[in-house]
Nanobody, 124 residues
């Protein structure tokens, strides 16, 4: 069955870095856009980044532009989110999800097959 599994979260000091991984199984990763989302306590889930199926087009929320980088290795069936210059407001559970098409949507809707999430905590 279709499955996405996130990993790589943890506790990091402000200004630090983490790389999240999203391992895909049960489908051909190279056919689908993949998005990263996050949800902080008491807040709604928000879209963070999206990669087209080939990885040639990427999109970022304004809050993470210049700090986060999404990439993918379709052969390894994995999508990554490199997070640099982390801030306390980046603290959240991070999820990856599959879009139904190969291009990222203009709005972060239409995603499914959510992973279980990985906790990122930015604190000194």
């Amino acid at each position: 069955q279709v499955q996405l599994v996130e990993s790589g979260g943890g506790l990091v000091q402000p200004g630090g870095s983490l790389r999240l991984s999203c391992a895909a199984s049960g489908f051909t990763l190279g056919y689908y856009a993949i998005g990263w989302f996050r949800q902080a306590p008491g807040k709604e889930r928000e879209g963070v980044s999206c990669s087209s199926s080939s990885g040639t087009k990427t999109y970022y929320a304004d809050s993470v532009k210049g700090r986060f980088t999404i990439s993918r290795d379709n052969a390894k069936k994995t999508v990554y989110l490199q997070m640099n210059s982390l801030k306390p407001e980046d603290t959240a559970v991070y999820y990856c999800a599959r879009y139904w098409g190969y291009s990222c949507p203009q709005e972060p809707v239409g995603f499914g097959s959510w992973g279980q999430g990985t906790q990122v905590t930015v604190s000194s």
